[in-house]
T-cell receptor, first 115, second 112 residues
Framework: SAVISQKPSRDICQRGTSLTIQCQVDSQVTMMFWYRQQPGQSLTLIATANQGSEATYESGFVIDKFPISRPNLTFSTLTVSNMSPEDSSIYLC????????????FGEGSWLTVV | GNSVTQMEGPVTLSEEAFLTINCTYTATGYPSLFWYVQYPGEGLQLLLKATKADDKGSNKGFEATYRKETTSFHLEKGSVQVSDSAVYFCALRSGTGNQFYFGTGTSLTVIP
């Protein structure tokens, strides 16, 4: 299995600011994804982080709001820009690939509260 | 298209009761199926998986069988414990691509 580390694990952010979440995987993986989980809800896929190219965003999510980087096969960042209280959520990094038996593994999540 | 439909919650059971959480899916190709568990204040952890029809995934006393004929992957446990209280997510990985699809989650509370 892949071990995925995310930071920060929790943060309280001021409205209008931006925060970057980092995700580190302990092995090279083919795919990395970013999900959002709003309180009491299921997971919503934000985007697929592509190594060396622009991320692929799902409907309802745009690069200006959620810029994503993936400079190599083990690391990715998600920035939540110009935050509002509606962005208060858990942001989950995940990874999958042949090395993980094509199973998707998750980090512990970054719990953001916007005030 | 691909989707997962999961039993609505919340579910409350007494300790040692039998648990079933229903999950059905629609998919193109031959998907892989998963159950994930999210304990309070934590991220998602893989509980079990099955990659082809009639496979049974099992872990920590939980089981689920990949039933192609009924497009189902129901989660079962014979005797639940208080420590099983969590939210359970059914998921599938498309057989034709890299996309993963999640159900809405079922909250389980086990009372002593």
């Amino acid at each position: 299995s892949a071990v995925i580390s995310q930071k920060p694990s929790r943060d309280i952010c001021q409205r209008g600011t931006s925060l970057t979440i980092q995700c580190q995987v302990d092995s090279q993986v083919t795919m990395m994804f970013w999900y959002r989980q709003q309180p009491g809800q299921s997971l919503t896929l934000i985007a697929t982080a592509n190594q060396g190219s622009e991320a692929t965003y799902e409907s309802g999510f745009v690069i200006d709001k959620f810029p994503i980087s993936r400079p190599n096969l083990t690391f990715s960042t998600l920035t939540v820009s110009n935050m509002s209280p509606e962005d208060s959520s858990i942001y989950l990094c995940s990874a999958a690939g042949a090395q993980s038996g094509n199973t998707i593994y998750f980090g512990e999540g970054s719990w953001l509260t916007v005030v | 298209g691909n989707s997962v439909t999961q039993m609505e919650g919340p579910v409350t059971l007494s300790e040692e009761a039998f648990l079933t959480i229903n999950c059905t899916y629609t998919a193109t190709g031959y998907p892989s199926l998963f159950w994930y568990v999210q304990y309070p204040g934590e991220g998602l952890q893989l509980l079990l998986k099955a990659t082809k029809a009639d496979d049974k995934g099992s872990n920590k006393g939980f089981e689920a069988t990949y039933r192609k004929e009924t497009t189902s992957f129901h989660l079962e446990k014979g005797s639940v414990q208080v420590s099983d209280s969590a939210v359970y997510f059914c998921a599938l990985r498309s057989g034709t691509g890299n996309q993963f699809y999640f159900g809405t989650g079922t909250s389980l509370t086990v009372i002593p």
